[in-house]
């Protein structure tokens, strides 16, 4: 198949990606999503004749994009393909159109979209939101290392985004962890989810969790997307279990088999199959698809597929493929393994791979997660494992997948699935990443073993747990690394907060007789990293105030104090030089983290405890004693505090990580984590929403 304005782009999930897509079809261009530039399924397939390979990079992205509302081919989407002649779906510039405006009419987005897009933006799902965001004249946010619900809850913090995207299961780390958010969900203004089963359960716990978002779910195919759409917010919890009614030109029908058929403008016509141009749609124009469903008040309810497609986590694969390419490997005899979907906790759905006694259990587990990752999902943990002495089938010799299913589901509750001792991080990265202990190498980090977004999530939220604490470079530090790093009591929203009146005697203050720089980066280094903090400005006069800071601990080092004393004279000569010139008063005997900034200079008077890591500050703030009973009552600002100019915090208080103090405001007792604070305003902190 030949197109001449084709044009072979390699996906990538930055935003290069996205503004060449964008500018193709801005010309006019047939846009091919490529895996890579030596892609000859997919380049043979549509005959490429030119490719674009887009730089990588994340951040922000404010392209518009306006099409025609032509018939003309806009885009070729792939579906499987993996093995075997690959399917390219040919979607026109009038289907995407109709896609972006029946999900405008509900989500009513603006301009003032600032949309976190928490999946990679060359899936259909996450270049979807682009087009959208796009279409309403906003911006979008592609993150670095993928979904990270702290980097969420940061910048909704800061009022950097007001709008998510995501699946299920990357959703779930919200309703299983729900003390990650705090006052900032409330400033979510939209939300759409990916199709991808959820419980009406998790669909109210969602709606609590934004209660002043417009959250949309959708149901579709790679050939008909968004088909349905179920606006969860204000929708009467009767009907939360369906995917959703139709909008517009778009129909829906079930036909005597319980398939689900769609009809619309969004759907495509045409579908290439070994180089052979096929119709989607029948001769009455419905689209025919594999899933079960029924209707009910002009809503739909789906009923599962009627393959053995899983859609795991927003990917979608047929478990054929996993089994063939697991036995290829192996060099076992068809009917050796059978591999089944199963539901999944936080993926939604995943593998169960059941195999004969001929397999040893810690070759198919090595071998089937590496098979999965080459089909093109990184979910380790999405496969379940079931040993069984024989794989059953029916008289005609087919695998009878659901017994394998069901009989997994009866072992697993007879031997229960809570674990004894998962405390040390060996195991807990053993657990999430599905890697037995044995064959764990304590040596790499998770850069080095590579995981996805999801993964990513979890393990954060579990070494938190168990540190008490989350370092800053964890995804760096080796697994062995990690499980040596001291442990600290992790506070909880769920804590009371206790005033300062009611403590005793706070413990004494470090008296300043070492080195007390953080430990896990040189002295230089540390310097250019808050150069580098403070917009590489050499004059920077919070980068100065760090510096004789540094300087003042580094000196410590010195063992001999003759050597020591010429260092302490230029220390206390630079500590009263940046008291006068920078008007920044910070003692070295304040335990100081990394990449704090001192965003602004004058009446900084920073006495206290310990500040942690990513800390910002303003001017005219004050850190110190509450009154003169308690000299070594000083706060203690966790990590990821953001703290205005003005404020006031005093005493032996701890200010909870990724909080925010509000200009001018007056902090005297402990704040738990992601807490809110405004002048002349309740404390707003996360599940107490009017404490004062």
């Known amino acids: ?20 897509v964008f500018r193709a079809l801005a010309d006019g261009r047939v846009v091919i999503p490529l895996r890579s530039s030596d892609d000859q399924q997919r380049m043979s397939a549509i005959n490429v004749q030119s490719v674009i390979s887009p730089d990588s990079g994340s951040g922000w992205c404010s392209t518009r994009l306006e099409l025609p509302d032509s018939d003309d081919i806009a885009h070729i989407s792939f579906t499987s393909g993996t093995e075997g002649p690959p399917k390219g779906v040919l979607i026109s510039q009038a289907a995407l159109n109709n896609v972006v405006r029946r999900l405008q009419a509900l989500m009513q987005m603006d301009e ?40 969420v809850s940061t910048m909704l913090s800061q009022g950097e985004v007001n709008s998510l995207s995501l699946v299920p299961s990357l959703l779930r780390v919200f309703i299983r962890t729900p003390e990650i ?21 998790e669909k109210c ?24 759409l179920l606006q969860i917010d204000g929708t009467d919890e009767a009907v939360l279990d369906s995917v959703g009614k139709v909008y517009e030109d778009v129909a829906l029908k079930i036909n005597s088999e319980g398939h689900i058929l769609i009809k619309g403008g969004h759907v495509a016509s045409q579908m290439i199959k070994k180089g052979n141009v096929e119709p989607v749609v029948n001769d009455d124009g419905w689209l025919e698809t594999n899933d079960l469903g029924r209707l009910e008040n002009g809503y739909l309810y789906f009923l599962g597929r009627a393959d053995n497609l899983v859609n795991c986590g927003g990917q979608k694969l047929f478990t054929e493929k996993l089994e063939s390419a697991i036995e290829a490997t192996l060099d076992v005899p068809r009917g050796s393994i059978a591999v089944s979907s199963i539901e999944h906790e936080l993926y939604g759905e995943g593998f169960l791979v059941s195999y004969l006694p001929i397999i040893r259990s810690i070759d198919i587990k090595t071998i089937a997660a590496t098979c999965l990752e080459s089909l093109g999902i990184r ?15 029916t008289h005609t010799g087919k695998t009878q997948y659901r017994e394998l299913v069901a009989d997994y589901k009866q072992r697993t509750l007879s031997v229960g699935s809570k674990m004894d001792n998962v405390d040390d991080i060996i195991k807990l990265f053993s657990i999430s990443l599905g890697i037995p202990v044995e064959r764990l190498d304590r040596t790499v980090s998770v850069v080095d073993i590579g995981i996805d977004s999801l993964q990513s999530a979890q393990i954060s939220i579990k070494l938190e747990a168990h540190l008490g604490y989350l370092p800053n470079d964890w995804r760096e530090k080796s697994v062995e690394c990690l499980s040596q790093l001291p442990r600290k009591e992790l506070k909880t929203h769920c804590q009371e907060t206790v005033t300062t009146s009611s403590k005793s005697k706070a413990k004494p203050l470090w008296d300043g007789s070492s080195n007390m720089n953080p430990s896990d980066i040189g002295f230089w280094s540390l310097v250019k990293e808050d150069y580098q903090v403070h917009d590489r400005d050499l004059f920077s006069q919070g980068f100065f105030a760090l510096f004789v800071h540094r300087f003042g601990n580094w000196r410590m080092g010195i063992n001999n104090k003759f050597l020591r004393f010429p260092m302490t004279l230029l220390y206390r000569l630079l500590r009263k030089a940046v008291q006068i010139l920078c008007g920044i008063k910070l003692d070295y005997t304040v335990h100081v983290g990394r990449r704090v900034k001192l965003e602004h200079f004058g009446g900084m008077i920073l006495g206290a405890r310990e500040i942690g890591d990513d800390v910002i500050i303003r001017q005219n703030t004050t850190f110190g004693i509450r009154d003169m009973s308690d000299i070594s009552a000083k706060p203690t600002i966790e990590q990821g505090v953001n703290i205005g100019a003005g404020a006031v915090i005093v005493g032996d208080i701890t200010v909870g990580r990724y909080s925010i103090i509000g200009p001018n405001s007056v902090v005297a007792e402990d704040l738990p984590a992601f807490s809110v604070v405004s002048a002349g305003v309740s404390v707003v902190t996360p599940g107490n929403h009017s404490a004062s």
């Open 379 to 393: 979910a380790k943990n999405a496969i379940s494992y079931h040993p069984v002495d024989v794989i059953p089938t």
């Open 205 to 228: 716990k969602i709606r609590e969790i934004f209660p002043n978002a417009r959250i949309v779910q959708h149901y579709g195919l790679t050939e008909a997307s968004r088909t349905s």
């Open 112 to 151: 003032s979209v600032k949309e976190y897009i928490g999946v990679p933006v060359y899936h259909s799902f996450g270049y979807g939101r682009c087009r959208h965001v796009a279409s309403v004249g906003g911006c979008f946010f592609i993150p670095e290392t993928g979904f990270d619900p702290r980097e």
């Open 181 to 201: 958010l705090g006052a900032e969900r409330f400033r979510l203004q939209w939300l759409e989810i990916g199709s991808q089963p959820m419980s009406r359960l």
């Open 1 to 20: 198949m030949y197109f001449p304005k084709s044009l072979g782009i390699v996906e990538k999930n930055s935003t290069a990606y996205i503004e060449t």
